[in-house]
């Protein structure tokens, strides 16, 4: 089942370039989303086509913080009633929303032939894009695991709280040991000021350079700005609601910065990688 997948997803135009980019943190309240959205939303107004997946199956949020009404969702997408592109949202500034539900039990313990299904509805896609940003769930769940692995850059997204710093230990030693996964970028999110937010790496910089073969790069500081509760309350996005805040800023270099990182220019730069990743992680994480 596994080599049928695989073929089938080697069929896809070779050509098809796409940025992919896993947005998580180890733990919830950490500002994932937020990041995500502004980050895809300041992309979108850099001329990038963006997608945005809530990988958050069971607890999804996306559509909600930005008030958008959503008809269907992925599970209508498993479910065979619709296709991917049917279920896609536009958002501020053209960005699309593949939106998952929330409350859903059952969409957080998908079978291997759900899941299966989930990454075929991916290589149907027939919407043009340039970078999809993956915004997973909090934890260490094997979702998280296999959306983190499969995607070419993972962003990880920390504050100054010990669990947060231990949470997303936890998340880069899976990732790294069990995963091969060796790169990690570091966003400091919610900070006083700069030197905070490089103290906050240098933090976990010191425990991952002891005990695990990594490399973080800090690409993002981005500080508390009691703006962006404003900006949740209004469900818009800080970077459009308050445009000069010092987050908006922040998140606006960091999306600058993003577009320029290089799409490997072999399967691994292709969305096709993406999706067979997971069908390695997920078909033969269901075989044990």
Same mark, same amino acid.
């Given at each position: 089942?596994?080599?049928?997948?695989?073929?089938?997803?080697?069929?896809?135009?070779?050509?098809?370039?796409?940025?992919?980019?896993?947005?998580?943190?180890?733990?919830?309240?950490?500002?994932?989303?937020?990041?995500?959205?502004?980050?895809?939303?300041?992309?979108?107004?850099?001329?990038? %086509?963006?997608?945005?997946?809530?990988?958050?199956?069971?607890?999804?949020?996306?559509?909600?913080?930005?008030?958008?009404?959503?008809?269907?969702?992925?599970?209508?997408? /498993?479910?065979?009633?619709?296709?991917?592109?049917?279920?896609?949202?536009?958002?501020?500034?053209?960005?699309?929303?593949?939106?998952?539900?929330?409350?859903?039990?059952?969409?957080?313990?998908?079978?291997?032939?759900?899941?299966?299904?989930?990454? %075929?509805?991916?290589?149907?896609?027939?919407?043009?894009?340039?970078?999809?940003?993956?915004?997973?769930?909090?934890?260490?769940?094997?979702?998280?695991?296999?959306?983190?692995?499969?995607?070419?850059?993972?962003?990880?997204?920390?504050?100054?709280?010990?669990?947060?710093?231990?949470?997303?230990?936890?998340?880069?030693?899976? /990732?790294?040991?069990?995963?091969?996964?060796?790169?990690?970028?570091?966003?400091?999110?919610?900070?006083?000021?700069?030197?905070?937010?490089?103290?906050?790496?240098?933090?976990?910089?010191?425990?991952?350079?002891?005990?695990?073969?990594?490399?973080?790069?800090?690409?993002?500081?981005?500080?508390?700005?009691?703006?962006?509760?404003?900006?949740?309350?209004?469900?818009?996005?800080?970077?459009?609601?308050?445009?000069?805040?010092?987050?908006?800023?922040?998140? %606006?270099?960091?999306?600058?910065?993003?577009?320029?990182?290089?799409?490997?220019?072999?399967?691994?730069?292709?969305?096709?990688?993406?999706?067979?990743?997971?069908?390695?992680?997920?078909?033969?994480?269901?075989?044990?």
């Amino acid at each position: 089942m596994i080599d049928d997948q695989a073929r089938s997803l080697r069929r896809m135009n070779q050509s098809r370039l796409i940025k992919v980019i896993a947005v998580t943190g180890g733990k919830g309240g950490v500002g994932k989303t937020n990041i995500t959205l502004n980050t895809a939303i300041s992309m979108a107004k850099m001329g990038k %086509r963006v997608m945005v997946l809530d990988a958050d199956l069971g607890l999804a949020n996306v559509d909600v913080m930005l008030g958008l009404r959503v008809e269907k969702n992925l599970s209508h997408v /498993l479910s065979g009633e619709c296709t991917l592109d049917e279920v896609l949202v536009m958002g501020p500034h053209g960005i699309l929303i593949a939106p998952a539900t929330s409350g859903t039990q059952s969409m957080t313990e998908l079978s291997p032939t759900e899941h299966a299904g989930l990454i %075929r509805a991916f290589s149907e896609l027939r919407t043009n894009i340039d970078v999809l940003i993956v915004d997973t769930a909090a934890g260490i769940s094997d979702m998280v695991l296999s959306f983190s692995r499969a995607s070419q850059d993972i962003m990880m997204v920390v504050c100054d709280e010990p669990t947060s710093l231990t949470d997303a230990y936890a998340l880069i030693k899976l /990732l790294n040991r069990e995963h091969g996964v060796f790169r990690f970028k570091i966003v400091a999110n919610m900070v006083r000021n700069m030197r905070e937010g490089q103290e906050l790496f240098a933090k976990l910089s010191k425990v991952t350079n002891r005990f695990l073969d990594v490399a973080l790069e800090l690409v993002a500081t981005v500080p508390y700005d009691e703006n962006i509760r404003k900006s949740v309350r209004k469900q818009k996005a800080i970077v459009d609601a308050y445009p000069g805040s010092p987050a908006s800023v922040a998140i %606006r270099g960091l999306a600058d910065k993003a577009i320029h990182w290089p799409i490997p220019n072999q399967p691994g730069g292709h969305l096709e990688f993406f999706l067979e990743q997971l069908v390695s992680e997920k078909m033969v994480g269901g075989q044990r």
